[in-house]
């Protein structure tokens, strides 16, 4: 395990001196982060997580984690990616499953919170962030503003403690997929159309190194026993409960139920709800049904900046234009559906 270290934010200047983050204290500049993928249509995102993080953060290292072999395409992209930073790729990772197969696909996901590669200790923080995210340079970035939440809550940790229930009953689809992936206790749920309870951290996870992981990694492999077991409440969570259930039976400490939404602005570090995207959520252009239902977050202030940021990366950007030709069809048809939503709010451009 690592030994405790200061924390530092990367300064932007040459000369690489460290800068402090307003009214923190808080320096130093090390970050990972790391993007997790299960299963080969996934595999499309990583080119992408990894170019925008880059993009948007050279001072930073990209640490990819894939479960199996991938595809020529993609690693042809990211090995092209390789010049344009620190991106490191591990594929196929076994994620200490030892010969276990987890329950279902949700509890395939969950994994990402399980595991610990010593190539962590090179870093004083790691932030894992869902695959497909299209990160945006902010302002504070992420590494100095998110160890100021982390400190402010108390914890090794960085995140929002959703209750959702007054979430909305859904589709026959959506319960079907949950009773396909296992999770029994959502699909019925949703089948009696009545609000799910569940009490979830967000994807969204960033953790001091050496605070966080020797209070956890004792407890991944008791949680991947259970999520190999088709019987166990654990393998009918989503990834969202497992973390929150990991941070409970470690006696980590969760953060305060918040009255708010979550926090979108990166630099509203002080809030309690603080679960800014850092980027552009591309699974919200799936279809038109999850582009309507996110439509405060893509109209807001943060989603602008976002936008124009990746306006930019499309009209001026040789290699991300390439990446794009290259891409896997699920993938090209979101970066579609986006631009045409783009198109017809081009009061925002």
């Known amino acids: 395990m690592p030994k405790s270290r200061d924390l530092y934010v990367c300064s932007d200047g040459a000369t690489g001196a460290p800068e402090v983050l307003e009214g923190t204290g808080i320096v130093r500049k ?158 019925l749920g949703y089948s009696r159309r009545l609000p799910v309870v569940r009490n979830r951290l967000s994807g969204l996870h960033f953790v001091m190194t050496a605070e966080y992981f020797p209070r956890v990694v004792d407890r991944f492999d008791s949680f991947v026993d259970q999520l190999s077991d088709g019987r166990s409440m654990l393998a009918s969570m989503t990834d969202e409960e497992v973390l929150y259930q990991l941070m409970r039976s470690a006696g980590v400490g969760l953060p305060p139920v918040s009255p708010n939404s979550p926090e979108m602005d ?48 499309n009209s001026s950007d040789v290699l991300f234009r390439n990446l794009r030709k290259d891409a896997g069809p699920y993938v090209r048809r979101l970066f579609s559906r986006m631009d045409r939503y783009l198109a017809e709010h081009d009061d925002n451009a």
């Open 266 to 313: 990166g630099r509203n570090f002080g809030s309690v709800a603080y679960r800014p995207h850092h980027g552009i959520h591309l699974g919200v252009f799936r279809d038109e049904s999850t582009i309507l239902r996110s439509r405060q977050v893509l109209q807001s202030y943060v989603y602008r900046d976002y936008f124009d940021q990746y306006r930019a990366c």
């Open 30 to 187: 090390t970050l990972a982060i790391v993007g997790f993928c299960y299963g080969s249509r996934y595999q499309q995102f990583l080119p992408f997580y990894a170019y925008s993080a880059l993009r948007a953060y050279p001072e930073h290292t990209v640490l990819l984690y894939v479960d199996r072999p991938l595809a020529s395409e993609v690693e042809t992209s990211l090995t092209r990616l390789k010049q344009y930073g620190d991106v490191r790729v591990t594929a196929p990772y076994d994620f200490g499953l030892k010969g276990r197969t987890p329950a279902s696909s949700a509890a395939f996901r969950s994994l990402r919170w399980l595991f610990f590669d010593p190539e962590f200790e090179q870093f004083d923080a790691v932030y894992s962030g869902d695959i497909d995210i299209f990160f945006a340079r902010e302002q504070d970035g992420i590494l100095a503003p998110h160890a100021a939440h982390a400190k402010m809550l108390g914890l090794p940790y960085s995140n929002y403690l959703r209750l959702t229930a007054d979430e909305p009953a859904r589709p026959l689809r959506q319960t079907l997929a949950a009773a396909r992936d296992g999770r029994w206790r959502s699909a």
